[in-house]
Structure formats: C-alpha cells, structure tokens
C-alpha cells in the first residue's frame, strides 16, 4: 500500500484544515488508517485512527476538535482539524495497521502549522 497525504499548510489559530490521505497499490480494505504527528524536537505521537467498521478513536488532545473519517470507496481517510492551536504544528503522517500500536505502512508527512 502507498499512502500519499495532502492538505497541509499554514492556518491561523482558530482556523480550519482537512487532510486527506490517499492509499494506492492496495485497497485499505480491512486496514485501521490514521493520523500521527511530530513536531519539531518531540518524538511521533498518535492523533486520530478509524477501523475498516468506522469506529474511530481520538487522542485526548484532539478530541472534540478533530474528525476522522473515510471513503472506502476513494481509499480516502480524511482527517478535519478544527480550533487549531499552535501546539497542533507538526508533520502529519498517515499510516494504516493495527493501530496505534501497529504500522504497517507509512505515508509521507504534510506540515501543518498554525501560527500568526
């Protein structure tokens, strides 16, 4: 599976932004897909993960603020980022697995980051 994420940029605080990850060479079938982070001098963290069912889970920082969702269909998960914060800065990355605890593929990152 080939990941290719998009829809990174720079957004005020306050703002909005959706990503979009995008799987190629395999379907998603079957696959937990997500989101981590890294910022700048902090280690990877998990974000946000949705089953192949559509149960979706949050990591506490994000919850109420973001939204995972997916289009089997497309082989699209999008990840809508709302009230952004500075501390949201980072190097996005979707991955698909046994997630959190399990990445079987990476996609390579987009940066977000949320200043004025």
């Known amino acids: 599976v080939q990941l290719q994420a998009s829809g990174g940029g720079l957004v005020q605080p306050g703002g909005s932004l959706r990503l979009s990850c995008k799987a190629s060479?395999?379907?998603?079938?079957?696959?937990?897909v997500g989101w981590f982070r890294q910022a700048p001098g902090k280690e990877r963290e998990f974000v946000a993960a949705?089953?192949?069912?559509?149960?979706?889970y949050y990591a506490w920082f994000v919850k109420g603020r973001f939204t995972i969702s997916r289009d089997n269909a497309k082989d699209t998960v999008y990840l809508q980022m709302n009230s952004l914060k500075p501390e949201d800065t980072a190097v996005y990355y979707c991955?698909?697995?046994?997630?959190?605890?399990?990445?079987?593929?990476w996609g390579q990152g987009t940066l977000v980051t949320v200043s004025s």
């Open positions: 949705i089953r192949w069912s559509g149960s979706t």
């Open positions: 060479g395999r379907a998603f079938s079957g696959y937990t």
């Open positions: 991955a698909a697995g046994s997630l959190p605890e399990a990445v079987d593929y």
